[in-house]
């Protein structure tokens, strides 16, 4: 990606790269953004950039701004897997769970594989009380996706929530 950059700097992928490098790699959340801005500043119909841009709004609950470059995304792009998860992923901050959910099915029945749409929606199950359903869809997540800790922490917290102390503690004990 630094080649690229000194090679051309005034290209909108490049910039969304480094976003994404600083945000997931260096942990810098001005950096990610910064880059992130130069990309949509080069490239305004960049749909990746723009996912990322409300994805950085949302992390910082600015939600009006991020229901903007949502919204700009799903002009570009409407039909694209990702920026339907980040629809779903709105909703699901917005606290729209039900809404979230009908996205989330519908990325899961596309691709049983995408991680973050699965996971995501386990959070959603929890938050509407459907606690055996989430145990079951994660009890049932595909080995070649599983994120163990992940699964584990949601197995734990439907337990808790469901008030089963015994399979709560052995999911707790397990975490630690």
């Not at 490049?14 to 810098?28: C, G, K, P």
């Not at 470059?69 to 980040?86: C, M, N, R, W």
């Not at 959070?123 to 699964?151: G, N, S």
């Amino acid at each position: 990606i630094q080649r690229a950059n000194s090679i051309n700097p005034r290209h909108a992928g490049v910039h969304y790269q480094l976003a994404n490098i600083a945000f997931f790699q260096e942990t810098d959340f001005q950096k990610a953004f910064q880059q992130c801005l130069k990309s949509i500043e080069l490239k305004p119909n960049y749909s990746e950039a723009q996912q990322f841009m409300s994805f950085l709004y949302i992390i910082s609950d600015e939600m009006e701004k991020a229901e903007k470059h949502l919204g700009l995304a799903l002009e570009i792009d409407p039909l694209s897997p990702e920026t339907l998860f980040y629809k779903a992923y709105f909703k699901y901050r917005r606290a729209d769970y039900k809404g979230a959910l009908t996205i989330f099915n519908k990325l899961l029945d596309k691709n049983p594989k995408n991680i973050p749409a699965f996971i995501v929606r386990a959070y959603c199950l929890l938050k509407l009380a459907e606690y055996e359903e989430a145990i079951h869809q994660m009890e049932a997540m595909p080995e070649e996706i599983l994120v163990h800790d992940e699964r584990l922490g949601v197995l734990c917290l439907a337990n808790i929530l469901k008030k089963d102390d015994e399979k709560a503690q052995t999911y707790l004990e397990k975490l630690t």
